[in-house]
């Protein structure tokens, strides 16, 4: 069982930056592949970024993300810290959602998209950004 709380969601103008962490609680942290969710009002939850459990974040091997925010986003974990991060920068309005953290066990390490595939899931953060 793992808990999960997100944090420093917040309002901020097109083009800023805001990060997001997702503190877990209880043991084997570095056993879960971690990934960052979003859902706007009227829509469905989407996948946004994933890490795999090695920590690694600068190859696809070991993280993923979604087309709409390639380039603008960054996730990176620390196992030490038991802590998940998410570097929003040049964030535009249509990011504008709660934010979810997700943990997922799979034996093979993969990073999934879809939100089924993850067993574990925090109470999301506000990140609203205005134009």
């Known amino acids: 069982q793992v808990q999960l709380v997100e944090s420093g969601g917040g309002l901020v103008q097109a083009g800023g930056s805001l990060r997001l962490s997702c503190a877990a609680s209880?043991?084997?942290?570095?056993?879960?592949?971690m990934g960052w969710f979003r859902q706007a009002p009227g829509k469905e939850r989407e996948f946004v970024a994933g890490?795999?459990?090695?920590?690694?974040?600068?190859?696809?091997?070991?993280?993923h993300y979604a087309d709409s925010v390639k380039g603008r986003f960054t996730i990176s974990r620390d196992n030490d810290k038991n802590t998940v991060y998410l570097q929003m920068n040049s964030l535009k309005p249509e990011d504008t959602a709660v934010y979810y953290c997700?943990?997922?066990?799979?034996?093979?390490?993969?990073?999934?998209?879809?939100?089924?595939?993850?067993?574990?899931w925090g109470q999301g953060t506000q990140v609203t950004v205005s134009s």
């Open positions: 997700a943990a997922r066990i799979t034996i093979l390490g993969d990073i999934s998209t879809t939100t089924t595939r993850y067993d574990y």
């Open positions: 209880g043991r084997s942290f570095s056993n879960y592949v």
């Open positions: 890490i795999s459990r090695g920590g690694r974040s600068t190859s696809y091997a070991d993280s």
